[in-house]
Structure formats: C-alpha cells, structure tokens
C-alpha cells in the first residue's frame, strides 16, 4: 500500500487505467495516511471519505466498463477550503463559515469531477487565504512535514503539507499574492498560480478579487501541468474568465526544453534580507540552466521595489469591500439575536465574533485605504504602481522569455515566530508578489535545501497566457537536479 | 501620511461594522500605523501620468440573453441561513419602533 502514496499521479492513473490497482485501493492508501499522520500534521479541515470512495467507485467502474478516462481519473486530491463543494463543510479558515455546506460546486470543482479526480477532503488555509503561514486559521495551524515546528507557507499551507506528507499526490490551493507559491517553495513540491482569468472564480471565496486566482500542487512538474490543464479553461459564470484556448503546459512539461530559451533574472529580487542558502541554491539554479542551452541575462525591475507597498493596499482595500458579504443575514453566524439587538448590531457581534485577528486588521486597513481623503495617497496611488509594475514585465519581455527569482527570501520560519509582527509576516511573500499585481502566470519548483536544511524553490515568471513557459523551465530544473539527487528533494525529508 | 490613532480605528471600525474591543483598538492603531509606514514608500514613486491598473486582465462588460435559466432551489438556500420563516431569510430588526 505505501508505493501507492509514494506514486506520482501519473503513474497512479496509469496503474488505475490498465487495472492494476482499483481506484477504490489507491483512495483507501490515502485516507489511511491521513488518519497515520494527520493528527501531527493537520493539512486537513474535513476529510470526506464516503464522497471519496463514492468517487473513486465511479471510476473503477468506468474502468470495468471500457469507457474513456481522462489523465487524471481515479487520482486523489486535497482541496484548499476556499472552493466550494456541494453538501462538503466549507469554512475558508473562519469561524464566521463554521458549519456552512455549500448548495453548488465551484467550477474548479465540477471540472474535477468530470476528470474522474477524488476529492479526498478539505484543506486547512489562513483564515479567508490572509497569510503566509497557515496560523491565521481558526482551526490552529498546519505544520510542515519537514519539520513539525515550521510554518508550511500559506495561505494554501494545508494543500502544500498534503502533498508533502504524501497525504494526496495532488492538491489545488489559491494564489493572491503567493499562495500557491510560497508553501510550495517551503514544503519542497511544485505549485503553479496560473495567468489570471485562466481558472474560473466562480465558488471560491473571495479574497481580492482582481488577484484571487486558483493553481494547482502536485510533486513532479508533469502532475502539476496535468492538473493545471483539468482547471484552466473559459467559464462564462466568471466575467473575467479569459476567453482563449489553455497553452500546452503538459506538452511544455514533458518538453523540459531551454535550449534557445532567454531567461532573465531579476535584480531586485536578491540580496539584503534573502538567506545565504537560499542565494546559493539560486545561483546554482542559474547555472543547470545556462548549462543546457538556456542564455541568461540580468534584468532589472525598478518598480518591484513597490509591489509590497501596492499589495498591500490593494488586497486589503478589496477584501473590505468582498467581506461585507459576511453580514449574519443569509447565511454563516449569527450571534446575539436575542429579540433586543438591531440588525445593524447583530451584524458588529457577528463579525466581531466570527472574524479573526488578521482578516479584521485587513478589514480596517482597506476601510482606511478606501476612505474619503486617503484613497488618492493609498489605493490610487497603489493602482498606478501596479501599472508600472505590468510596464517592468513588458519591457522585460523584450529582451527574455522569462524571469526567475528565489520563490521566497527565507526559509520556512517557526511557527509563532512572526505571528505579532505583520509586517516580517508580509515580507515572506516579497518575490511572489509582482506578477500577482501584474496577472502573468508563475511557478515554483524545488531547487535544494538551505542554511537550515529546509526546502528552497526556484520562480519562474512568464507573460500573460504563456503558462507554458513557466512549466518548461520548472521541467528542466527537475530533470538536471533528479540527475544528481537521483530523484526528487521530497525524497531527503524525514519520514513522518 | 498621518499616524493612525485608536479613534481612528473605532470610526473605521464602526464603518466596517465590526465591534472592537478596548485592547484590539489599541493593538491595531499600532499595528496600522507600522503596516501604513512600511507600505508608505509608494508615495515616492512620481505617477502623476501613470493611468491605474483596476484589473490585471482587460475588464469588459459580459452580457448574456436575457433568459431565464435555472438558479439554487429556494429551500436549498434557506436551509442555510441564521433563521427563515415562511420561505424568506429571518432578520433582526431593521427600523427603530415607536
């Protein structure tokens, strides 16, 4: 049962397809890890596993019957809490969620569904996907598998720490200002935030609305663009779903092809404040590139500079606008109606009580950077920043076909160690946060291990719709390091 | 820029509709001014020219047919609420009485 957990999802589907082992097998190795080590780690907020095995059932049984399976049929995936899936507890990390069952699937859902994929259950995340740590959850923090005392990134920590642990050899987590990046980096596995509009919002929580975009994690480059390519595609219930056709990112993947490719890297994104280790798997990184063909070039990009300021204005600004949804009437908590207390008050009680510490910080930040005689000094003045960010990225463009960075400046810290300091916490996502304010697609891929002997990832920044760029470099990375490691880095972690 | 003081973060709060307590309005006004200096260095930057992003994709309005197609069944829906009374969402009072 253990080669199953260990199994890419390449080869789980492979195996499943042609009979090898039953889908029903490989969902069962899975929830009997969770239940192993789930209690140390806690990725999962729910584990759903008569609606897994369900699943899992129906694939088997399209095995039996011959019908045409996709990619990915019989796999199983964890699923960030921020989507919704119908009838399944979802809480986005909050307390003002606790208990609410969704009446419909999210799009990225229903599109997993229709792959065959099993949804095993849903994963923790800082509290409506504010945070670089998982601890902003209401339901205590998620450790990383390479050790329990570290933080696993976040806000898609619970995701990235089920792929890690070997919990599922899949998961999806959303990205608004590294999300999906940055606990991957820290837990040593792949994860990808795809250009923005090329995965549907419709049924994931929002957060930021022109950033909010959901990706896929998985172990090796090939399952993360196998994911990828399930998710993407235009969906007319989001009205800023991007109406074109999905790049070829598996094609790009399998490729792993950098010979003639113009890689540049980013100048801003190094020195004070990023670790010595993590410098130097950088700059190794740089050179397995250079080595198979790729010409790299320093490029520099004044504006990112400016990107944490602009994020966070921006993100906060519109979180204050997209939470006031949560008003205690429709659906979520109610406190403190007791026949005496006005709606209005209901309301204060209720998100006073249902709301965390970070999200009502973020919520009074962005009600002051909306505020009548500060919008032009905040929030305008951070919307015309990320205007010359978008510019640094085109007129990068000109000269390189990506650019790359350290996807993080450190790594993963101990958890409580940043938690009454926001802005050391906010810091965590300087790398990742440019080409969320500019909407191009990104990745991150496991490149070694630092100072401290934890994981260090390697960005990879492409323009607008050219997904596939990110997954050819990612894929070369991983095929030069698999030569000298003999496999991949989640094969150094300490058995849990 | 200005410092942020803990009146400040009780109208903010109350405009948000979030009851705070004496410690969080206290935290919070220190913890909003340290977060607004640190993201303050956007104001150096001359953007008098610059038009603002809004969207990192083109925004453009989507119309569909003007049809009826099916929506969440009513019960669905209600069954998720704080409370319901014969078909419709329960609320507090909204109007002060006489």
């Not at chain 1, 994981?455 to 991983?478: C, F, H, K, N, S």
Request: overall charge negative; some cysteine; glycine content about 8%.
């Amino acid at each position: 049962m253990s080669d199953l957990i260990h199994a890419s999802a390449v080869e789980l589907a492979t195996q499943i397809a042609n009979k090898t082992v039953s889908a029903v097998e490989v969902t069962q190795a899975h929830l009997e890890r969770i239940a192993e080590v789930d209690g140390r780690v806690n990725a999962f907020l729910h584990v759903d596993t008569d609606g897994a095995l369900e699943q899992a059932r129906a694939v088997d049984h399209a095995v039996a019957s011959g019908q045409a399976l996709s990619a990915l049929a019989g796999v199983p995936l964890a699923l960030k809490d921020v989507l919704t899936q119908t009838g399944v507890p979802t809480t986005a990390g909050s307390k003002i969620l606790e208990g609410w069952r969704p009446p419909y699937d999210a799009t990225v859902v229903e599109r997993l569904r229709d792959a065959g994929v099993v949804i095993l259950g849903k994963t923790n995340m800082d509290e409506f996907a504010m945070g670089s740590s998982t601890e902003n959850s209401a339901y205590g923090p998620t450790h990383n598998p390479w050790d329990l005392e570290r933080i696993p990134g976040g806000s898609s920590g619970g995701s990235a720490a089920a792929v890690s642990a070997y919990e599922a050899p899949l998961a999806i987590g959303t990205d608004t200002g590294g999300s999906i990046r940055q606990p991957a980096a820290v837990t040593g596995i792949v994860g990808a935030k795809p250009t923005y509009g090329a995965v549907s919002r419709y049924g994931l929580v929002a957060f930021s609305s022109s950033l909010d975009q959901a990706g896929p994690f998985a172990r090796t480059v090939v399952d993360t663009a196998l994911l990828h390519s399930v998710i993407a595609g235009h969906d007319p219930r989001d009205s800023t779903s991007i109406k074109e056709a999905v790049p070829d990112v598996v094609g790009a993947a399998k490729s792993a092809d950098v010979s003639k490719m113009r890689i540049g890297v980013v100048r801003e994104l190094s020195g004070e404040g990023y670790q010595p280790g993590v410098q130097a798997r950088f700059d190794e990184a740089v050179e397995l590139l250079r080595a198979q063909g790729a010409e790299i070039v320093e490029i520099s990009c004044p504006s990112f500079t400016y990107a944490l300021g602009a994020y966070y204005l921006i993100a906060p600004s519109e979180c204050s606008s997209n939470l006031a949804r949560f008003d205690a009437m429709r659906f979520g908590l109610r406190t403190d109606d007791n026949g005496e207390l006005s709606a209005e008050d209901v309301m204060r009680h209720t998100r006073a009580a249902g709301f965390g510490p970070e999200v009502k910080r973020r919520i009074i930040l962005g009600t002051y950077a909306l505020s009548s005689g500060y919008y032009d000094a905040y929030y305008g003045q951070a919307q015309k920043v990320r205007t010359l960010i978008t510019r640094d990225f085109e007129a990068a463009w000109a000269s390189v076909d990506v650019l790359i960075s350290p996807t993080t400046p450190t790594e993963p810290f101990r958890i409580g160690e940043r938690v009454n300091d926001p802005v050391a916490m906010y810091k965590a996502d300087l790398c990742t946060l440019p080409s969320s304010l500019y909407g191009g697609p990104a990745i991150s891929v496991p490149i070694g291990l630092g100072d401290e002997n934890l994981p260090v990832g390697l960005q990879v920044m492409a323009p607008v719709m050219a997904d596939d760029q990110v997954y050819r470099v990612a894929g070369a990375v991983e095929k030069a390091l698999a030569q000298q490691w003999g496999g991949l880095l989640l094969d150094q972690a300490v058995a849990l | 820029m200005s410092a942020i003081s803990r009146d400040d973060v009780a109208h903010l709060a109350s405009l948000a509709r979030i009851e705070l307590t004496e410690q969080e309005l206290n935290d919070y006004a220190g913890q909003l001014d340290v977060i607004l200096t640190a993201v303050a260095s956007i104001s150096e930057v001359a953007a008098d020219d610059i038009p603002p992003t809004t969207h990192a994709v083109p925004v453009v309005n989507v119309f569909r047919d003007d049809v009826v197609t099916p929506s969440l069944n009513r019960d669905s829906v209600l069954d998720h609420a704080p409370a319901a009374e014969d078909g419709r969402f329960r609320v507090p009072r909204i109007l002060d009485e006489e």
